[in-house]
């Protein structure tokens, strides 16, 4: 988890929030319990763009929810998370 943490600016905290949230519903784990986040930097990173504009995190998990709906179980937003500044936010 520290590595995504690194990787997209946002805390361990910040994951675990999101994910106990539903913003990250395809998160799966290891047999030994730890997150195994693959694609999802794509959507952590988008996730991190929407909380910056103010939207609540209610409407991002209503975008999420509508992106799964579309895509069937995964989408990409078509950038990398290198598009994306790195910056902290909810700690």
Wanted: aromatic share 8%; net charge positive.
């Amino acid at each position: 988890m520290g590595t995504v943490a690194k990787k997209t600016g946002l805390s361990s905290y910040t994951l675990r929030y999101y994910e106990k949230a539903g913003l990250t519903p395809f998160v799966k784990r290891d047999d030994h319990g730890r997150r195994i986040f693959n694609d999802d930097l794509d959507l952590l990173a988008l996730i991190r763009c929407m909380k910056q504009t103010g939207m609540p995190l209610e409407d991002i998990r209503q975008f999420v929810s509508w992106c799964q709906l579309v895509s069937g179980r995964r989408w990409h937003v078509g950038r990398t998370l290198s598009d994306v500044p790195a910056t902290k936010i909810g700690g």
